[in-house]
C-alpha cells in the first residue's frame, strides 16, 4: 500500500495559474521519494499539501490509505524538516526534541528517554542545553531531524534540508541524511532544486515543471531514459544536447559524445564532423564547446571528455567524433516527448 | 601645463575637505549635536534645577535660591494628600499598564488573523494614538459628563441603571479613578498593540508552521511558542507604558483636575497644582522627585533589556 498518495492534486493560488496542475505520485513503503524542479515548478507546494499546510484546490491526498484532505497537520502523523529548519529558537535543543512529544500527549516521564535515543541517533547528545542560535548550520539541521525523528512519523517531509549549508558540509549531511533514513526506514518525501541531491539521495525522483510532474522513475531511468526534453535538459551538467533533424530532435549526453575512435563500431557508431570552437580544462574533464553544422549549424554541442581521452583537439579546427547509436534519444519536435529512434539520413560524416 | 601645478597644489586639502563628513570622527558628532543640545536643554538642565529647587524654599513670589535641606521633603510627606498622590500613581500606573498589556495581546492577535474590513480595524484602533492627547481626553469628559453622559444614557435605557438616573463618573472617587484609568488605558492601547502585532508579524512563519506539523493545537502554539517569543518586545512596551503612566497627568489634569477631593491625584498633577499653580516651587520640585528613583529603576530595566536583545 502506498504511504502517500496524490490524486489529480491542484493548487491555484491567485489567478489562473496553478502552482500544482494535477499531479499523481504514490510512494511505496520506506522509500526514498525526491520531488525534483526548478524554483516554481510547484515541488515545495505539493509537499505542503501532503503536510497539510496547503489546502488542494482538486485532487486528494491520502496517507496510509486514507484520504486525509480534511485532516490538519497534526493529525497526519507527519513530520517535516523546513529549509530554514524552523527550530524554536527561545526552547533549548531537548526542548525543541520534546515539543512534539508534549504536543502529541506523552507523559512527562517518559520523554527524556525519548529524547536520550533521537538526539544519540543524530549525535547531538552534547548539544541539549544549549539554544538554536549557539548551534552551527549542520547541527541545527540535525536538531531540525532530531525533532522530526523523535515522534515516530509515517512520513518524513523534508523541504531543501540541505540548502543552508554550506558546499562542503552539504556532501557530508547528503551522506548523513541517506544512512540516517536507511536506518530508521521511514518513508521520505525530499523536495530539492539540486539534481546531484536528487540522483544521490532518491530511490525514485519526480520531476516537476510548471505544476505538473515530467516523469517519475529511478535516477538510472531519469538520466538515461529522459521522458521528454524538460527532463533531458534539467538532469545533467552539462545538459544533454539537442539537435534538429528531419522534424525531430536528436539528443546525446555531452560524456557519450567521444572522438571517433573510441566509440566502437559494432554498438553502432554515428559519426559526426565536429567544429570544435572552445576548449575548457576542468582538471577531472575537459569540455569542448562546438557545432555540427552537417546537422544545425548554429545549435551548440557540449562534448565532455574525461581526462583518460588524451586525443589531441585543437580549438578552431574540425574534428571527427562520433556517439553511439544506443546513447541517441528521439524527441517529438513541438510536443517535446520522447518518440521511437528515427534513421539519421544524411548527416554522416 | 603651466596651470597644473597650483591645482595640484590645493588638491589633497580640496580632497580632505571633500571627505570631511565621510570621517566618523567628524560626522558622528554632528549629527549628535542636536539631540545632545535638546536634551541638555529641556531635559537635563530642568532636572537639576528641581531637584535643586527641592532643597530650598523657593516659592514664585520669593524666587531666591534659600536652602533648607530636607525640610521641603519632609514637609511634602507630612502632606497627607502627598501620600494619596503616591499611592494614587501606583495604582494608575499598574491597573491601566495590566489592562494595556491583557487587552493588547488580545488585539495583537485577533488583527494577525485574516479577516474582511481587516484594516479598518486596524485604523479605526490606531485612531486614539493619533488624536492629540487632550483633545481625545476632552471627548471623553464630554462622554463621561454628569448630566448629558452618552454612556449614562446607554446604561438607562438598556434598563442597567433606573430611568433618568445618573452615575456622576468624575464625580465619585471610585468611579473617578476606574474613569481616569480607564482613559489612560485606552489611550495607550492603540501603540502596545502596534507593538505587538510588529512583534507578532515577526515570528517566522516557518516557525509557526513546524509547531503546527509538531501537533500543537492553537493554545499550545499560543503559550508555548507565539507568547515566549513575543516576551522580549512586550516587556519594553510594558516599560514604555509604565513610564509614560507613571509622569502623566494630562488625562487626570483633563477630567478630573485630581479630584473629587484628590481621590484622583497623582504625583506628576499634584506636582504641576503644588509647584506651578500653587506657586511653591519647592515644594513641588519636592513632590516630582519622589518619581525620580521609579523612574531611574524603570529606565535602566528598559536599558538593559534594550541591550541585551541587541546581543542575540
Redesign the interface.
Known amino acids: 500500500m502506498a504511504v502517500v498518495e496524490t490524486r489529480g492534486v491542484r493548487k491555484v493560488f491567485v489567478g489562473d495559474t496553478p502552482a500544482v496542475d494535477g499531479v499523481d505520485i504514490a510512494t511505496e513503503e520506506g522509500e526514498y521519494l525526491v520531488l525534483l524542479g526548478p524554483s516554481g515548478s510547484g515541488k515545495t507546494t505539493l509537499l505542503r499539501m501532503i ?3 496547503e489546502r488542494p484546490s482538486e485532487g486528494e491526498v491520502l496517507i496510509g490509505g486514507r484520504v486525509v484532505n480534511d485532516l ?3 493529525a497526519r502523523r ?3 524538516v ?3 529548519y ?5 526552547k533549548t535543543v531537548a526542548q525543541n526534541i520534546s ?2 512529544l ?3 500527549g506523552m507523559p512527562k516521564e517518559r520523554r527524556p528517554e525519548r529524547i536520550r535515543w533521537a538526539s544519540s541517533l543524530l549525535g547531538i547528545d552534547h548539544l541539549l542545553e544549549r539554544k538554536p ?1 549557539q548551534l552551527s548550520g549542520g547541527e541545527r539541521q540535525r536538531v531540525a531531524l532530531a ?1 522530526a525523528l523523535v ?1 515516530d512519523p509515517q512520513v518524513f517531509l523534508l523541504d531543501e534540508p540541505l540548502s543552508n549549508l554550506d558546499a562542503k558540509l552539504r556532501t557530508s549531511a547528503r551522506e548523513d541524511l541517506k544512512e540516517f533514513q536507511r536506518r530508521v526506514g521511514v518513508t521520505t518525501i525530499y523536495v530539492t532544486h539540486d539534481q546531484v541531491e536528487a540522483m544521490g539521495l532518491g530511490d525514485r525522483i519526480a520531476v516537476l515543471d510548471k505544476g505538473r510532474l515530467q516523469q517519475l522513475g529511478t535516477p538510472r531511468e531519469i538520466y538515461h531514459e529522459p521522458a521528454n526534453t524538460f527532463v533531458a535538459t534539467f538532469l545533467g551538467s552539462p545538459p544533454m544536447n539537442l539537435l534538429e533533424h528531419d522534424g525531430a530532435l536528436v539528443g546525446f549526453r555531452p560524456e557519450h559524445f567521444l572522438p571517433e575512435g573510441l566509440v566502437s563500431e559494432r554498438e553502432g557508431r554515428v559519426p559526426f564532423e565536429y567544429q570544435v570552437d572552445r576548449v575548457e580544462y576542468l582538471g577531472s574533464d575537459r569540455m569542448l564547446y562546438g557545432t555540427i553544422p552537417a546537422i544545425a549549424a548554429g545549435v551548440k554541442v557540449i562534448a565532455r571528455l574525461p581526462f583518460t581521452v588524451t586525443t589531441p583537439v585543437a580549438e578552431g579546427s574540425p574534428a571527427r567524433f562520433a556517439v553511439a547509436e544506443s546513447s541517441l534519444r528521439f524527441f517529438g519536435k513541438d510536443s517535446g516527448d520522447r518518440i521511437a529512434p528515427q534513421p539519421l539520413r544524411g548527416v554522416s560524416a | 601645463m603651466t596651470t597644473a601645478a597650483p591645482e595640484a597644489a590645493t588638491r589633497p586639502r580640496e580632497r580632505n575637505r571633500r571627505y570631511l563628513f565621510e570621517r566618523e570622527g567628524v560626522l558622528g558628532p554632528l549629527l549628535l549635536l542636536p539631540s545632545v543640545a535638546y536634551l541638555l536643554a529641556l531635559v537635563g538642565f530642568p532636572l537639576v534645577m528641581a531637584i535643586l529647587y527641592a532643597f530650598t524654599d523657593i516659592t514664585t513670589g520669593n524666587p531666591a535660591l534659600h536652602f533648607v535641606g530636607i525640610d521641603t521633603f519632609k514637609a511634602a510627606l507630612a502632606d497627607p494628600v502627598t501620600r494619596t498622590s503616591l499611592r494614587n500613581t501606583v495604582v494608575f500606573t499598574v491597573i491601566s499598564q495590566v489592562l494595556v498589556v491583557v487587552l493588547s495581546v488580545v488585539l495583537a492577535f485577533a488583527l494577525r488573523a485574516n479577516f474582511r474590513g481587516k484594516w479598518i480595524a486596524r485604523f479605526l484602533i490606531l485612531l486614539p494614538w493619533t488624536t492629540p492627547i487632550a483633545l481625545g481626553t476632552i471627548a471623553w469628559l464630554w462622554m463621561l459628563d454628569s448630566i448629558f453622559s452618552p454612556i449614562d444614557w446607554v446604561l438607562s435605557h438598556t434598563g442597567i441603571t433606573s430611568p433618568g438616573s445618573h452615575m456622576f463618573w468624575l464625580g465619585r472617587a471610585h468611579l473617578a479613578m476606574g474613569s481616569v484609568i480607564a482613559v489612560q488605558a485606552w489611550r495607550m492601547l492603540p501603540l502596545a498593540t502596534v507593538i505587538l502585532l510588529a512583534g507578532l508579524t515577526s515570528i ?1 512563519q ?2 509557526r ?9 492553537f493554545w ?1 502554539r499560543m503559550f ?2 507565539d507568547i ?2 513575543l ?1 522580549p518586545i512586550s516587556a519594553v512596551a510594558l516599560l514604555f507604558g509604565l513610564v509614560f503612566s507613571f509622569t502623566d497627568m494630562t488625562v487626570v489634569f483633563v477630567l478630573t483636575r485630581g479630584g473629587p477631593q484628590n481621590a484622583t491625584q497623582v504625583l506628576a498633577s499634584w506636582a504641576f497644582f503644588r509647584g506651578i499653580e500653587g506657586g511653591s516651587l519647592g515644594e513641588g520640585a519636592a513632590v516630582a522627585v519622589f518619581m525620580f528613583p521609579v523612574l531611574a529603576g524603570l529606565a535602566a530595566l528598559i536599558l538593559r533589556m534594550v541591550s541585551r536583545a541587541e546581543v ?1
Open positions: 503536510a497539510g499546510l490538519p497537520p497534526r507527519i513530520a517535516m523546513f529549509q530554514s524552523a527550530l524554536y529558537p527561545h515539543f512534539p508534549a504536543a502529541g542560535r525533532r515522534r | 517566522p516557518d516557525v508552521e513546524a509547531a503546527e506539523i509538531d501537533g500543537a493545537g499550545r508555548g511558542i515566549p517569543l516576551l542575540s
